[in-house]
């Protein structure tokens, strides 16, 4: 491991301090009843994400022979914009290879700060071997997405801001895809107030550094799968996993459903909009993930990157986790009268009806039965269980 030090991070803010936005803490926001709930607001960064923080810093710091070769990165999409706009602004050649599963959004986005954009099939292990494979080819200069120090150290400035901020917060909580963010967050608070606990999230689908620091030792997943893919790193850093090991304190993993519905919950709540990787850290305190009574907490939004064709299907995704959309099955004898009651219960206990569709002759039925399935708004988990029982109640079979 490479060490850092904590004026490495100031060194960083002073560069960042008229590169980068500020964004003040949101909160207390009512995302857990048992806690003070803030928000630090990375998606509402220059180009959508706190990448821009380490990577312009990394930039500023090459020598001149460094940049006279130009720079090359891997990235799912968000240290892209970070790596194309650092090098814009330092006049330099930018090559990003990026998985062909980005979001289209990101891809533009790169496009657009003037950087050459190399498209790898898979996922963001395989886009950082091909940026291995150019760099020799074409004597690159690496800037790595978050396993070099001043990468880190630019990340680390979140951790620097949240302190200054609320000097009185008892826990920060952090998306971890490859370690970066939450190594520098966790690095600038634990060396500025040890007793402030700092907690890491990932998905489910990709949880390679929960499982390296469980077992001792660096692992690299066979696949990722999430909806999170800015989070979707198969093995974490030397550095980071190091950093992780010293200076969090704990690490848990969230469902995409649990991701779905944190999206959902920003957007409503707060309005505003955050990629899935952006949201875990929201989902681990909505679904009681971390112990968050009775403390101050701070999760670090970090990026809102997310596609808006994702967009759409996330927010469908999140309405069924939080119970305000449902489809029930109601099983009854085939005549006159028999769908209109079915409808009146539902709607006299408050839900508002979207579509029924009526199937007879399922051969789970009687021969003169038949089935509905009805497609409804509810207002949460407990009122679709009222609207179960209230069909119950009424003499209906509900699957």
Request: charged share 25%.
């Amino acid at each position: 491991m490479e060490e850092i030090n904590i004026s490495e991070v100031y060194k960083a803010a002073e560069v960042l301090r008229d590169v980068a936005r500020h964004p003040k803490l949101i909160g207390p926001a009512p995302l857990n009843p048992e806690a003070e709930v803030y928000l630090k607001p990375e998606n509402l960064q220059r180009t959508g994400s706190f990448k821009l923080r380490g990577a312009y810093y990394k930039i500023s710091q090459l020598t001149d022979e460094e940049r006279s070769r130009g720079v090359i990165a891997c990235s799912a999409g968000n240290h892209a914009q970070g790596v194309a706009l650092g090098a814009a602004h330092a006049g330099i050649k930018a090559t990003i290879c990026l998985p062909a599963g980005a979001p289209i959004s990101k891809v533009e986005a790169t496009k657009a700060l003037g950087a050459e954009v190399v498209m790898v099939p898979g996922v963001y292990d395989d886009a950082y071997a091909r940026a291995l494979e150019l760099q020799k080819e074409h004597g690159y200069t690496l800037v790595h997405p978050f396993d070099d120090p001043k990468v880190i150290a630019g990340q680390g400035t979140i951790g620097l801001e949240i302190i200054q901020e609320l000097p009185d917060v008892d826990a920060v909580v952090v998306p971890i895809g490859g370690g970066g963010l939450i190594s520098g967050v966790a690095f600038a608070i634990k060396t500025l107030k040890p007793n402030v606990k700092v907690y890491g999230v990932q998905a489910e689908g990709a949880p390679s550094m929960a499982r390296s620091i469980a077992d001792g030792a660096r692992e690299c997943l066979d696949h990722v799968s999430t909806i999170a893919d800015g989070i979707a790193v198969k093995e974490p850093g030397v550095n980071t996993f190091e950093m992780c090991h010293r200076y969090v304190d704990e690490i848990v993993t969230v469902s995409d459903d649990e991701v779905a519905a944190a999206i959902l919950t920003l957007i409503e709540q707060q309005k505003l909009v955050a990629e899935g990787a952006g949201a875990v850290s929201v989902a681990a305190v909505l679904f009681n993930k971390i112990p968050v009574a009775g403390k101050k907490v701070v999760c670090v939004v970090s990026g809102g990157n997310i596609d808006v064709t994702s967009l759409n299907r996330v927010i469908t995704r999140g309405l069924v986790k939080s119970g305000r959309d449902c489809t029930v099955t109601v099983v009854l004898s085939d005549k006159p009268g028999q769908l209109s009651k079915v409808c009146s219960v539902i709607g006299d206990l408050g839900a508002n009806i979207l579509s029924v569709e009526h199937k007879r002759n399922s051969k789970n039925t009687d021969i003169n039965g038949c089935k509905l399935h009805i497609d409804m708004e509810t207002r949460n988990l407990e009122h679709i269980e009222i609207i179960r029982e209230g069909l119950k109640k009424a003499g209906f079979e509900v699957e």
